[in-house]
């Protein structure tokens, strides 16, 4: 019955995706409890040189599936391929990333083998005694936070988002085995035809990789309130970052927001400044290392997950500090 928890690999022109590689350090941690193993299914066309590095990143079994039809992701060959493959290897778990390509091709396979999903999960944990996976997620609007089993049908599928697992560390002395399949695919299974690919111009903010994130709120007062944060950052060689009501103001562009609509995030330090610490926003960064949080209101609710609070007018703290820096 158990056959192992599958996570799939995301590659765009042949570059495997970071949350694919998360997944994998969850993806061993969750098959270590349940004494079973760790397959990656990678789809595309050559791309069996990435299976060695799979295996270093914590799976144990690689099954390829190649073919020229899968050289760019489309969603009915990888639905197609992805679904015959887990009706007839019967996995226990199968873990794909939030991601556009993830959010496109999970509802699909699950539909397709005829089990649940869930989506957008923040954690996922084995319950001791059933041995089956709860997969947490943010419900009603994100007010709360629930936890799912899917108790009748397998494979139990939970789609997770970018930067809430962590990596495993590269071990180059794994070994693992390297499954070669031939997919069954035809034109016929295509229905559309790519004319053209136009790649986005916009450099993209990573956020996520940053080592140090200021992040800015409404206490801020003003979109210029975060020309100080700008300087800190540049102090501490981080970058800025706000909350929702930042970026819906226009003071901040969407990709730079943290939370439940925007990025999850674990820098080594998170500074949080006029930020309120609503449960949407928490949601995307409770994982950081160290947070600072910075509000003139004691009772603000960033304080019970900070590492360290700060009563007082951001707006005075933060130049104060940099001042302060700028004596070190
Ligand atoms: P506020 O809640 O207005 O907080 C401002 C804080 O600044 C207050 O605590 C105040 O005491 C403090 N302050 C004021 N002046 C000063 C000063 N001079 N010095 C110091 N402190 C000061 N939010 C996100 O951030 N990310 C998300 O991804 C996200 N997704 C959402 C998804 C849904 C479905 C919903 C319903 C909401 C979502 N939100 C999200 C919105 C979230 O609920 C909050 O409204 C938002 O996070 C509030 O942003 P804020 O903390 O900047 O502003």
Redesign the pocket.
């Known amino acids: 019955m158990d056959k192992g928890v599958w996570v799939f690999i995301e590659q765009r022109d042949g570059e495997v995706q970071k949350v694919s590689l998360e997944l994998l350090g969850k993806g061993r941690q969750l098959a270590d409890q349940l004494e079973t193993k760790v397959t990656a299914l990678i789809m595309g066309d050559n791309v069996a040189s990435k299976a060695q590095e799979l295996i270093y990143c914590g799976a144990d079994e690689v099954i390829i599936a190649e073919d020229p039809l899968l050289k760019i992701y489309m969603t009915e060959p990888y639905t197609k391929v992805m679904s015959e493959l887990i009706e007839e290897k019967n996995p226990d778990i199968v873990l794909i990333g939030a991601s556009s390509i993830g959010r496109d091709l999970a509802p699909r396979v699950s539909a397709r083998v005829y089990t649940g999903l869930t989506a957008d999960c923040t954690s996922l944990e084995i319950d001791e005694e059933t041995k089956s996976l709860l997969m947490t997620r943010?419900a009603f609007?994100?007010?709360i936070m629930a936890t799912i089993i899917c108790p009748d049908h397998r494979p139990q599928m939970s789609t997770v988002r970018p930067g809430v697992m962590v990596e495993m560390e590269m071990d180059t002395t794994r070994k693992g085995e390297i499954v070669k399949v031939k997919p069954k695919l035809s034109n016929d299974d295509i229905n559309i035809e790519i004319l053209e690919i136009v790649k986005e111009k916009k450099q993209k903010v990573k956020i996520e990789e940053a080592g140090v994130l200021i992040s800015?709120?409404?206490?801020?007062?003003k979109a210029e309130g975060f020309e100080s944060l700008k300087l800190l950052a540049t102090e501490l060689g981080g970058l800025v970052s706000?909350?929702?009501?930042?970026?819906?103001a226009g003071w901040l562009d969407r990709d730079y927001?943290?939370?439940?609509?925007?990025?999850t995030v674990r820098p080594e330090v998170y500074f949080?400044?006029?930020?309120?610490?609503?449960?949407?926003?928490v949601?995307?960064m409770e994982e950081s290392e160290f947070i600072i949080a910075?509000?003139?209101?004691p009772e603000?609710?960033?304080f019970e997950v900070a590492d360290v609070g700060v009563v007082?007018?951001?707006?005075?703290?933060i130049p104060a500090l940099i001042e302060e820096l700028k004596t070190l």
């Open positions: 943010p609007g994100g007010n800015g709120g409404r206490g801020l007062g706000g909350s929702r009501a930042v970026v819906d927001q943290v939370g439940q609509t925007g990025k949080a400044c006029g930020i309120s610490g609503a449960i949407q926003h949601a995307g910075i509000n003139k209101n603000a609710p960033i007082g007018d951001v707006n005075k703290v």
